[in-house]
């Protein structure tokens, strides 16, 4: 190799630039490392600086094997100049130490960018849908040599490097280049591939020196590692073709939807209880058997990284990554695959309300209050000990926008269940007076969560039709389920948590003491339309001494039973879509323990297996009366029968879809009711679809007469009625056998009534 390995001037050198890159707080180490055309006199060709602090020397290996010295210029950066050669310029360089040892390698900074321009100013605006294809790990080829791509935002930081077992975890090794004013840093590093665990390295304005893991990572280490993992992606391929095109053109409110709340860890163990399911392992199973009992969607709570069990995945630190508790994700995708062949949809807890404080992760990244508030008052949650997003900087609003995307682009979710979106809507959310700032208008609304929820529920409207989002908000705040353009937040659907609390006190109550609180048990329809609601009996009723459903129940074993049918069956028959947790099938007595799978021995007791065969009649009644789903949004689809009779605690309503219609009835005392008359819109004989004190399911049996036939007294606003046998504790559902074209009447009262 001829080389001359004096300095030259052409490109010129700043000696502060120099000095900044041996301090190791240079900005852009590319100016000065790498190849670059030159010039030494009259003579073109190319110079090369490479950089090891611990190097005694270099030597330039070119791509035909010939190898030359460079010229130590400074501790540890060396040149070295070639007359005629032209860029693009390939080599290696072999840095040599004391120690005889030697390393070769592709030279990082001799490669451009990996972002564009065009990558830089969406994000900067806020806009960038696809954000996680930019920022973060990506293996790639460029110019023939394998390696990775590292992107991070840290627009505060003096330096950042990217670290790992490829560079010793010296950050002196790999300083990233910021791209303009961005506050991106980038470096492609040849050589590392998928599997490789690495970090950001971070210095400070004030010196101060930290790691961190990458907030796009798609993979992170399991405690007490904390470091992230390159990832191939694009890998796996996806079976659920059919699925996919028949969300796209469906309408999710005016289909069945009955939610099945998984927590991953603790749904299934392995055969010798010694740890949880893999997804693999969990995949076949969870369809079977969520295809049983009719559930139309798993709802797993938050899969998205998190160091501490305890927190059931809601103290997040890795929003790109699936936890690698149970697997990769790919691992992951082929659960999400199997229930989709399985005609399952799939929802995330998803958690943009809050963050943990743990150093490793978001919090502080760039040693300043980067993706949160720096005014406590903003930027710190009460309730949780944790951190709060700064929803108004367009980049972290990017952030959280793209996430949503990135879960239902990579992995095919179908719908995001948005947790705490009251702690978002309110910045006087748990605070006293003094603790908290009002908004620019002088009110307690967080404007900034408002938008960026409405960003986010119009990107996923907008770019996955048929994909649908729900909102876990507990307050009256308006227009929740109303579209953006209407001045709503864009949300499918919003939990029903007064309808939970509401119902399942009343249940909770004596039988002998209902009568006085009936309008506990109704009062949801008064509201009912002001939202598309889904009524759930979530995972967060059955922990913390609020004991499991079964024990909130009153009476003797047989009653707490039947009191549950007749609340799912209740559940089940009236407006709204409906979500179960995860073991509510098995009727346990114990509270969810999150780090114990659930006692699927229970099912072989007498009683639960007889209360599972009730589970799974409710399921194919559900599915097989399009009354009980159709029209769940529509006033028309709901009319109460009779919700006066308190001093008897029985209520009756009717449940419609077009000119079809079925009837259902509650007595909600153990005592029988003979000979009880309601009136009934249809004029043909009624059948007895359900009835919750079946002996098959653990009822009495008490004799209910299969077919009722109307007589033409008029009752309940109808024009003819029945008389019913109503079991103890028990629910009835009548179907009436008629064509759709008999319907007599609509009753007189309506369901706000």
Same mark, same amino acid.
């Given at each position: ?39 030494a ?19 330039l ?21 070639? !007359? ?28 451009? !960018? ?76 040849p ?41 191939r ?14 969300? =796209? ?48 969607h ?24 699936p ?44 040693g ?7 005014? !406590? ?39 995001? =269940? ?20 009002r908004? =620019? ?21 907008s ?24 001045g ?14 509401d119902?399942?006190?009343?249940f909770a ?32 009723e ?13 009476g ?62 409710l ?46 009835v ?14 009934? !819109? ?42 019913l ?23 007189? =009262?309506?369901?706000?009534?």
């Open positions: 190799m001829t080389a001359d390995q004096s300095l030259h001037s052409v490109p010129s050198i700043s000696q502060p630039d120099v000095e900044r890159l041996l301090a190791g707080v240079s900005g852009d180490p590319h100016a000065i490392l790498g190849a670059h055309e030159a010039s006199g009259k003579t073109k060709g190319v110079v090369v600086r490479g950089y090891h602090p611990d190097a005694i020397s270099v030597d290996v070119l791509e035909t094997g010939a190898s030359g010295p460079m010229r130590q210029w400074r501790d540890g950066l060396f040149t070295a100049f070639l !007359p005629g050669a032209t860029l693009p310029f390939r080599y290696q360089l072999r840095f040599k130490f004391a120690n005889d040892e030697s390393w070769t390698h592709e030279d990082p900074y001799r490669f451009l !960018p990996t972002i564009g321009e065009t990558d830089l100013y969406l994000f900067n605006e806020g806009t960038h849908h696809r954000l996680w294809e930019v920022l973060g790990a990506h293996p790639r080829t460029i110019d023939g040599v394998d390696g990775t791509s590292f992107a991070v935002w840290a627009p505060n930081a003096m330096r950042v490097s990217v670290v790992g077992d490829f560079c010793a975890w010296d950050g002196r090794l790999l300083p990233m280049r910021t791209l303009g004013s961005s506050g991106i840093w980038e470096l492609f590093v050589g590392v591939g998928d599997g490789a665990i690495y970090k950001y390295e971070i210095r400070t304005s004030s010196g101060a020196t930290f790691l961190k893991t990458d907030p796009f990572a798609f993979k992170l280490q399991q405690f007490p590692g904390t470091g992230s993992i390159v990832v992606t694009g890998t796996y391929t996806w079976g659920d073709n059919y699925w996919s095109g028949h969300r =796209r053109t469906a309408d999710i409110t005016r289909e069945p939807v009955l939610i099945y709340e998984v927590h991953a860890g603790s749904w299934a163990h392995t055969d010798d209880g010694t740890q949880s399911l893999t997804y693999r392992e969990m995949a076949p199973r969870l369809a079977e058997h969520a295809t049983s009992l009719g559930f139309t798993i709802e797993f709570l938050p899969i998205a990284e998190h160091p501490f069990a305890g927190s059931w995945g809601y103290q997040v630190t890795g929003y790109f990554a936890t690698s508790r149970f697997g990769t994700p790919d691992d992951f995708r082929f659960l999400v695959d199997t229930l989709h062949r399985a005609g399952i949809g799939v929802i995330l807890d998803w958690v943009p309300a809050h963050f943990p404080k743990d150093d490793v992760a978001l919090s502080r990244f760039d300043t209050a980067l993706y949160e508030h720096a005014d !406590p008052r903003l930027g710190e949650h009460p309730d949780w000990g944790t951190l709060i997003f700064n929803f108004g900087r367009t980049e972290v609003r990017n952030f959280l926008v793209a996430n949503a995307l990135y879960w239902m682009n990579e992995f095919h979710i179908d719908g995001l =269940r948005v947790d705490a979106v009251a702690s978002m809507l309110y910045l006087d959310y748990s605070r006293k007076a003094g603790e908290w700032v908004n =620019r208008l002088g009110g307690r609304e967080n404007l900034e969560a408002v938008e960026l929820l409405r960003a986010m529920n119009t990107a996923v409207a770019e996955h039709p048929g994909n649908f989002t729900v909102a876990e908000e507990s307050t009256a705040w308006p227009g929740v389920t109303r579209p953006v353009a209407e709503g937040l864009g949300f499918t659907f919003k939990w029903n948590m007064g309808w939970m609390h119902t399942l006190e009343y109550t004596d039988p002998i003491h209902r009568s006085y609180q009936q309008g506990q048990l109704t009062f949801a329809m008064v509201y009912e339309y002001s939202e598309r609601f889904i009524m759930p009996l979530s995972h967060d059955v922990v913390h001494l609020k004991r499991s459903l079964l024990e909130k129940m009153p003797d074993e047989w009653q707490r039973f039947a009191n549950l049918r007749l609340l799912l069956a209740y559940q089940y028959t009236r407006p709204g879509k409906k979500l179960l947790f995860m073991g509510t099938e098995l009727a346990p007595t114990a509270e969810w323990n999150h780090d114990l799978p659930l006692d699927w021995n229970l099912g072989k007791q007498p009683m639960r297996a007889r209360f599972a065969e009730f589970m799974t009649e399921g194919k009644l559900y599915h097989a009366q399009p009354e009980l789903w159709r029209d769940d949004y529509d006033p028309s689809g709901f009319a109460w029968i009779d919700v006066a009779d308190t001093a008897n605690s029985i209520v009756s309503y009717v449940r419609r879809s077009g000119n079809s219609h079925l009837v259902v509650l007595n909600l005392t153990p005592v029988p009711r003979e000979n009880y008359w309601i009136g009934v !819109p249809g004029a043909s004989t009624y059948r007895l679809a359900l009835s919750t004190d079946d002996t098959r399911f653990g009822g009495s049996g008490y004799q209910v007469p299969d077919r009722l036939e109307p007589q033409p007294t008029f009752t309940h606003g109808f024009p003819q009625s029945i008389a046998t109503l079991p103890p504790l028990g629910a009835l559902v009548l179907v009436p056998e008629y064509t759709g074209d008999e319907l007599s009447s609509q009753p007189v =009262r309506e369901a706000h009534q």
